[in-house]
T-cell receptor, first 115, second 110 residues
Framework: AQSVTQLGSHVSVSEGALVLLRCNYS??????LFWYVQYPNQGLQLLLK??????LVKGINGFEAEFKKSETSFHLTKPSAHMSDAAEYFCAVLAAGSGTYKYIFGTGTRLKVLA | SQTIHQWPATLVQPVGSPLSLECTVEGTSNPNLYWYRQAAGRGLQLLFY??????ISSEVPQNLSASRPQDRQFILSSKKLLLSDSGFYLCACDGGSTQYFGPGTRLTVL
């Protein structure tokens, strides 16, 4: 069975500092991995995804994530935080089965950016 | 690309009242559709998914139900709301091994 663990339900960084949001997964098959961002009272927006190929994935808004199979990790990073990055971030893994796809989501990390 | 509409955006209902939330999808045909709930301070909980008209799979036993009367329409219902049904309800659809989400409905049960 697939599972996702996001370490740290709340992360605070200063504006301009590195953003690192951690995600570890468990999967019995090669995973598809995703990061989503959610702003207050809005739906989830896809930041980036890994399916196959290059393990370093670049997404929108300057974010990137690296798939590390040996560490079963897919951490999200951004070199320099902006105030507009304050939001909740969800990591997800795709679990295939029953002719449809069931996405397993982490519990989320709320990012606070300090001026 | 697909666009997902949800309404209403916000809803306040008394305990014991019925519920109907609607989700419609544009820009794709025969999508897999999903209903999720976010309770305050918690992650996403998958409630239902559907692979076609009239085909509903329930993930969590509860007093909610779902229906898919048309290819791109997904409805979440309840006959009698509970306080614990409060939350943020998200509709999603599949596209190219990726889920796309609607804007959500904020439900408050008083």
């Amino acid at each position: 069975a697939q599972s996702v663990t996001q370490l740290g339900s709340h992360v605070s960084v200063s504006e301009g500092a590195l953003v690192l949001l951690r995600c570890n997964y468990s999967s019995s098959v090669p995973p598809y991995l995703f990061w989503y961002v959610q702003y207050p009272n809005q739906g989830l927006q896809l930041l980036l995804k890994y399916t196959t190929g290059a393990t370093l994935v670049k997404g929108i808004n300057g974010f990137e994530a690296e798939f590390k199979k040996s560490e079963t990790s897919f951490h999200l990073t951004k070199p320099s935080a902006h105030m507009s990055d304050a939001a909740e971030y969800f990591c997800a893994v795709l679990a295939a089965g029953s002719g449809t796809y069931k996405y397993i989501f982490g519990t989320g990390t709320r990012l606070k950016v300090l001026a | 690309s697909q666009t997902i509409h949800q309404w209403p955006a916000t809803l306040v209902q008394p305990v014991g009242s019925p519920l109907s939330l609607e989700c419609t999808v544009e820009g794709t045909s025969n999508p897999n559709l999903y209903w999720y709930r976010q309770a305050a301070g918690r992650g996403l909980q998958l409630l239902f998914y559907s692979v076609g008209i009239g085909q509903i799979s329930s993930e969590v036993p509860q007093n909610l139900s779902a229906s898919r009367p048309q290819d791109r329409q997904f409805i979440l219902s309840s006959k009698k709301l509970l306080l614990s049904d409060s939350g943020f309800y998200l509709c999603a659809c599949d596209g190219g091994s990726t889920q796309y989400f609607g804007p959500g409905t904020r439900l408050t049960v008083l």
